[in-house]
């Protein structure tokens, strides 16, 4: 395809999306979850037929050159199939949220005035890598009432195409347009373009994946984005608190697994505290091989600890998400300089405090400007099946519409309505 | 200033904005209603000083040639500094709803998850002609825990500035930073195109004025915004429908006053109850002077009403905002006709339907994609305070964050809160 031809292809997609989108919006949930349920079922019956697919794209991606933790995120093992195959049931069972009314109250000219929370209309979700994304998004899509567009990464077209044509079979089988879940058939980058440049088609994207992707989309959309950049997660120590509940929680929030965007990158310890506190989460991280970059008070703490690979911090690797065993450590006077520390240097994405003082905790929950705030609890919590969402199609850190883990909450909006007997203003 | 000196000039006031936006957010709320009473006394207090300075404004505005409808939107008087006093005062008698913690409910791994409303921060107004807007969006800042930048139309840069000096006092007598709340203070163009464009220090803007404006702004602006662009809202009378009350509520919605967002530009009629209805809503439109923009169906029947102003509907037609004396009509053959009319060419703002059928009106409310969508009521109660929302700085016809009526919610967003008592993930 030449890039007018992509263009005409995804103007057709939009097009189909936008028709099938009301044809959802006006479905029930019954229909919905049947198709739900169909999924799973195919997903099920096919798995060799999937497997078959997926290995093309491994020979083709290993061919390539492509690096070994890579080749494995392509792999659809029947463990992977399974488990997107359950989430589909999971969500089958799920309440349905679409269509509920809220806050309808009577005000004085005599109309009754709540909210309706509705379907957004259609979404593009961009990712890489990793097929089974394909399934999520288009069972949250369905459960949610939405059309959706998917573009996924070209090392995984084969596994893709196959896993959409099973949707698409759900859908028909239940009933519903088979244009609710479309997948990109190209690997041309300007459908990406397209894709996030289409209002009239496309309400919404959802970019998953590396820094730069995310930025460029987020730069050059003209919809809204829902995503997160960073996750520079922090742990603040207090004084008072339990130093064995910090420890565990500090231990964990870094090193329970260094990749997820929830991990932990800094530890903050109270001035009080530190030097209780600091020799004993410096020989769990010392033992795990963790990395540690510290102002010179931690640093001067931390010298004592046997085998411990200590770094001096620098400005930077305060902003730093290191995905990796490394963490920086400073010492804070209080919860004003922890609080600052954070506002200032952290990608408001998720902060935990332990502290025993309920002041200390009521401020750090208030004053911390993050799309997750915790008191006493790892930050490796802040995850949509953790809060109980039931379901996440990804994190946001910005502050509009949907903060945090988003789940199918965040695939609606609420509109207004309104219920009279021949009201007219006055 | 040049346009170097008006980017300095406005990174500053980004940056006094966000520091202060922390003030803020750490207050409580009986300081900022504080503030909201002290403003409402300044301002009673200062009726003179402020038609003094409004004097000026309109002396220039005058000696501009500028319309007279322009002048009187320009106009201070004792009446219109009441209203926005009592404003304050309402304000300040309101429930707070920041740090409100909602659904807090205990997961499986014992934390509790629930959200919690805080202010979005900082945002940016820019609005045209009536100084009012200045208190109007000051208050609902500071009761809301914001900062605000604020941008009025060169026109009543002299009363703008009277009245924003007076919101600083306010300010700094409750014990709140007085940059809480700034006037952008120079009529240079190039400070909005600044405005729209510092992410790090603006997280919103709110424009209101004509749609060249906001159209401009939507473009151009790299952090979000919440606008509408048109009110093209109709009145869909259904078959069956108390014919008296569908008249009652069509003559409203479009005569009740012709230049709201939320007056009806279309009127949609189901073919069973034209025959009845049309005559006798005619006769109304046709005393009133107001034109009738016809389908030919519509036309026919029209025809016999005495003094009817009727002109033959073009496509241009179904998509206008008039805000004027004129309404375009339609005769369809029933719900389905009439919600595909609107979802097309309606601008997702207010459409309302007519009818004593409980499965129509549930369908209605369900499938018009618009921000509100009503039962037998008038489209002109879209509005934040008919709505309960006890004041309104805007309304949103996007379907992200807030939609419709946008009043102090609509500048909160929602953090995850976690209290644990040391859980870590497994």
Redesign the interface.
Known sequence: MNALNVAEYMQTLGLHARQAS?AM??SDAATRNRALRSLAALLRGNVQALQAENATDLERAIAAGLAAPMVDRLKLTSGIIETVALGCDQLAAMPDIV?EITGL?Q?P?G?R?GQ?R?P??VFGMIFESRPNVTIEAASLSIKSGNACILRGGSEAIASNKALAQLVQQALIEAGLPAQAVQLVQTIDREAVAQLIAMPQSV??IIPRGGKGLIERISREARV?VIKHLDGNCHVYVDDPC?VE?AV??A???KT?KYSPCNASEGLLVANGVAGEFLPLIGMIYAAKGVEMRCDPEARAILAGVPGANLKRATEQDWYEEYLAPIISIKVVAGLEEAIAHI?RYSSHHTD?I?TRDHMNAQ?F???V??????????T???DGF???LGAEIGIST????A???VGLEGLT?????????????R
Do not use: C, T
């Not at 909006?413 to 203003?425: C, F, H, N, T």
């Open positions: 009301a919006a006006r269509g109250k005000q000219s109309i005035v309706m509705v957004i209309g309400d919404l809204p339990d509940m565990q929680v231990d964990n929030a329970q506002n935990a332990v401020r929950l208030r004053e400007d993050s799309a997750s705030v915790m008191v006493n609890a790892s490796r919590f802040a953790e809060y109980g910005d502050k509009f519409h903060r945090g883990p909006s609420l509109k207004w309505v309104v219920l009279g007997q021949g009201e007219v203003r």
